[in-house]
């Protein structure tokens, strides 16, 4: 996977701060020289690294960071923001015309994976329930053209073609003409690339551009290139005026260093990133969520919409009552199982936890969904009476309850033991959090 290396240098270079109790200058010093050596072993631009380590070393050292509660969590908080901005902050959609069609120019050189990409691109539109037509303006690159009828036919989108007889700038205006008359609401252009940029492609692409004026201009760039992959951007956006970036080959192991560096040097966002050969592998690029996975904070905006999605909030609420107050039980926490559960696939959720990713990958920690579905057996067996009033568990009743929801007595015991030590947990940390809240108070 990309940005391997990468992520664990910074990980390795920020740990050494995370649960330290005071911070001082001198250890941010020290771990900002860590970063500057893994962003730049990342092949990430010398100029964009010396302004992302100048600025994070600033805001790092700041007293509000460092005289916080937890200063060594706040520093990676400033590293996590730094880099969502660096990569472009917010997410950058693609423009869609207030009067269809919308025309997207595809550009980019050759073998970088343009042609696949157009595809995965009218594939994903296609989901969105959009339709767009792909037009085979490549009429240089053997092959290109029966490529993405290929392409057309596997995603089940028209492609527009003439043949690599005609002029490209004739192609492109036709497509366009094409999916006005078929009621396509988005046209696809693929463009032909070269080996290298020159003065010919250029000259070209500009043509067709003034003849399709299109509302996307998105140049396709083989991550793997490094600041190969900067230095084309670079070029494109000189001579074309483009719209976006779709990145290439993130699922290889590249080091990461164009990701990174793309929207500082030429200030065009990237929009999608290509994470393998099929074609259902192209998604739109969120800086904030690549930047916690660098981190290895895992997914938290996901798993957070996720659960958003999942939990009532006035029951959550309520729930968290009810743990305060130590009134919980049986029927609450079969509640809280089920909607954990219906948040996806334990495993998944897993590795969107911070620092849970590197976890998931271990053999010994396989999440037993079966387990959890004993466990909901147990509570099912209960009587009213028995869920809210647990000490009521008697022996025979334990018997009872093993032999109705189909599991041994041991298993019931353990489920009871666990919830008791939930409830003794909830109270010695709403201990806790009183304490602290009344030492606030006293001084
Ligand atoms: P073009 O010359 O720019 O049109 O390039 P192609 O679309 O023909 O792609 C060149 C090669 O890159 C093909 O073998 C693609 O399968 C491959 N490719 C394209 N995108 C990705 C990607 O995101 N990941 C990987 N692993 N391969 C890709």
Redesign the pocket.
């Known amino acids: 996977m990309a940005f391997e290396g990468l992520s664990e240098r910074l990980q390795a270079a920020l740990q050494k701060l995370r649960g330290k109790g005071k911070v001082t200058e001198a250890d941010v010093k020290a771990a900002m020289r860590e970063v500057r050596l893994a962003l730049l072993e990342a092949d990430v631009n010398f100029k964009v690294v010396k302004e992302f380590v100048d600025r994070v070393r600033e805001r790092a050292v700041g007293q509000e960071v460092l005289k916080s509660l937890t200063p060594g969590q706040q520093v990676i908080k400033v590293v996590n923001e730094e880099l969502t901005r660096l990569m472009g902050g917010e997410q950058s959609k693609l423009t869609f015309a207030q009067r269809p069609p919308t025309v997207i120019m595809m550009v ?1 050189l ?8 157009t595809g995965k691109l009218a594939r994903l539109l296609k989901k969105q329930n959009r339709k767009p037509l792909l037009v085979a303006g490549d009429v240089y ?1 053997p092959a ?1 053209i029966r ?1 993405l009828q290929v392409l057309g036919e596997q995603v089940g989108v028209p492609v527009f073609s003439m043949g690599d007889k005609e002029s490209p700038v004739r192609i492109a205006a036709e497509g366009v003409a094409r999916a006005k008359e078929e009621g396509c609401d988005v046209v696809l252009i693929d463009t032909a ?1 070269r080996l290298h940029v020159d003065e010919a492609m250029m000259e070209e692409l500009r043509k067709i551009r003034e003849e399709v004026q299109p509302h996307e201009i998105l140049l ?1 760039v083989d991550a793997m290139t490094g600041q190969d992959a900067v230095n084309v951007a670079e070029n494109f956006h000189r001579e074309l005026g483009l719209t976006g970036v779709v990145l ?5 192991d590249t080091r990461g260093g164009a990701a990174l560096s793309v929207k500082a040097v030429t200030d065009c966002p990237i929009k999608f990133v ?4 099929k074609l259902d ?1 192209l998604e739109p690029f969120h800086p904030e969520r690549m930047a916690s996975r660098i981190l290895g904070m895992g997914d938290v905006l996901t798993l957070i919409e996720k659960a958003q999605a999942a939990v009532d909030q006035e029951r959550a609420k309520e729930l968290e009552r009810k743990m305060r107050t130590q009134q919980f039980t049986f029927d609450d926490f079969l509640e809280q199982l089920q909607q954990v559960r219906k948040m996806g696939p334990l495993d998944e959720l897993l590795g969107m936890i911070p620092g849970m990713g590197q976890l998931k990958g271990m053999k010994n920690l396989q999440i037993d969904e079966k387990q959890l579905a004993r466990v909901e057996a147990i509570i099912r067996s209960m009587t009213p009476k028995e869920k809210q009033r647990p000490e009521i568990l008697n022996a025979s009743r334990r018997r009872r309850i093993a032999l109705g929801s189909g599991t041994s007595v041991q298993d019931v015991n353990r489920l009871i033991k666990q919830f008791e030590d939930m409830k003794k947990m909830m109270k010695q940390f709403s201990a806790m959090t009183k304490g602290g809240k009344k030492k606030k108070r006293g001084g």
């Open positions: 980019g050759q073998g970088a994976g343009k042609t696949t990409t690159r290109a490529q690339g396709v290439t080959k993130l699922d290889g290509g994470m393998g050969e592998s």
